[in-house]
């Protein structure tokens, strides 16, 4: 087939802007490896401090001054104290979009149960005078770590990009509360409000050194809410004077696991978990009150309805069945709340073709199905339209981890279990830097 020579130009110029493009996007994939690589030694020098040094949410002062401190040595404006503990830090390179990119920080009140050398061994005392030990049982050590090598790497990488990034360290993930506050206490007054919000999450499921980004839903909504109830305190000797509401306790707990069951379309995917049971305190004292924690997760709104309206009708029966006056019939109390997290399939698969160019295609995973655990990091742009979120999962289990589960069914320890461990933590703290840099570059890339 021949080509007519008024063709034969445009085509040829198409051609030498493609190639370099490719070249283009090849140097950087490698300048964004030298920098990550570059910064290894310091960022596992830093995880395994945070990991030996964890604080639960809403206290993680400690962490956020090394955070605050490190983002402004680069150059960043930081911006402390907001939520309590939280940090943001604006990184402004001329014209173009306002991306965001979200780290936790808070550990988990439970003892760790590792081998590590840099285990943690710290207790603290909560407001009630009780001890609590505290461990990095979810990976936020590891999330901070890559916050940081995320913010030199583009920070040394302005030539590439334009538009403004804003850098978010975050407390009380695991209270569902962290996003929230930061959002209720002005974060949008100091930093400009993202088009995009990326945030990742390391699992022990796929090995150290991938990533995954999968399309739809992702994780679960979830709500944190405690049920009071309220009842006539009295002598263990005496019950028929009382109101007990250890046996109100008791049956609304048993009513509850019939809810998702009988309420629910059982094609929607629900889970109604009660964490802990507080009544009384001494062995012959029926107690005044007594209060139930409960944990929601849904993925849509009106089974999230559906289950708070069972909850509230099955526990206002049991009390008023018991003789509790219409006046003292149980309160409820939400607390941590978080939306769905969803990745476009537009942009999912996007992301997917920029990680398998810039980390090589074995490193790419195919994403685990959607799951029942949550994420609270999508509360940082719920009041705002259009704005786009993308959630990615990074290794941070042992080589063999997919062949070993795939032979026995069988995975390592997971996130909030006590033997809880990233293997490798320095080579899955720099693919991380790497491959969510890649995407804040290709957001930020100049039109």
């Not at 830093?46 to 001054?65: C, I, S, V, W």
């Not at 916050?147 to 302005?158: E, P, Q, Y």
């Not at 305190?281 to 069972?310: F, H």
Request: proline share 6%; glycine share 10%.
């Amino acid at each position: 087939m021949s080509v007519s020579l008024s063709w034969r130009k445009p085509l040829a110029a198409a051609l030498m802007l493609a190639a370099a493009g490719t070249q283009a996007a090849t140097g950087l994939n490698e300048r964004v490896a030298e920098l990550a690589e570059a910064q290894a030694d310091q960022l596992e020098s830093t995880f395994k401090h945070l990991h030996a040094h964890p604080e639960l949410g809403f206290q993680e002062t400690e962490t956020a001054k090394m955070v605050s401190k490190r983002l402004k040595k680069l150059g960043y404006q930081v911006h402390t104290g907001i939520g309590g503990t939280g940090v943001a830090a604006v990184l402004k390179n001329g014209d173009g979009p306002v991306v965001m990119f979200r780290s936790d920080m808070d550990g988990l009140p439970l003892k760790e149960d590792t081998d590590l050398d840099y285990a943690s061994s710290k207790q603290v005392t909560l407001d009630d005078g009780s001890k609590v030990h505290v461990a990095h049982a979810c990976g936020h050590d590891a999330h901070v770590s890559w916050l940081l090598g995320i913010a030199k790497v583009m920070r040394d990488t302005r030539d590439n990009w334009s538009g403004t990034l804003v850098l978010v360290a975050q407390p009380a993930e695991e209270l569902l509360e962290g996003a929230q506050a930061m959002v209720d206490d002005g974060l949008y007054d100091q930093v400009p409000k993202p088009e995009l919000l990326i945030s990742a999450h390391v699992f022990p499921a796929w090995p150290s050194g991938t990533v995954a980004v999968r399309a739809g839903r992702r994780m679960a909504g979830s709500d944190q809410l405690d049920v009071t109830l309220h009842g006539v305190g009295g002598h263990g000797s005496m019950p028929q004077a009382t109101i007990d509401p250890v046996v109100m306790g008791a049956r609304s707990v048993m009513a509850y696991q019939t809810i998702v069951s009988r309420n629910v379309d059982p094609q929607k995917p629900a889970v109604l978990t009660v964490g802990a049971s507080q009544i009384g305190e001494a062995n012959n004292v029926i107690s005044e009150t007594g209060v139930l924690k409960l944990n929601l997760r849904w993925y849509e709104k009106p089974v999230r309805d559906q289950m708070i309206e069972a909850i509230k009708r099955e526990t206002n029966g049991i009390a008023l069945a018991a003789g509790v006056a219409e006046d003292k019939l149980p309160e409820y109390t939400f607390k941590g709340y978080s939306e769905p997290v969803y990745n476009d399939e537009a942009l999912a698969k996007h992301a997917q073709g920029l990680l398998a160019e810039g980390l090589g295609k074995d490193a790419l995973m195919p994403g685990f199905p959607p799951v029942m655990g949550s994420e609270d990091f999508p509360m940082l742009v719920g009041g705002i339209e259009d704005t786009r979120t993308l959630f990615m999962e990074v290794g941070g289990g042992p080589a063999d981890v997919v062949k070993n589960y795939m032979a026995t069914g069988k995975l390592p320890p997971m996130n909030h279990n006590p033997k809880f461990e990233i293997i490798d933590p320095r080579r899955a703290i720099t693919t991380a830097v790497k491959a969510n840099s890649l995407l804040l570059l290709d957001a930020l890339a100049p039109q």
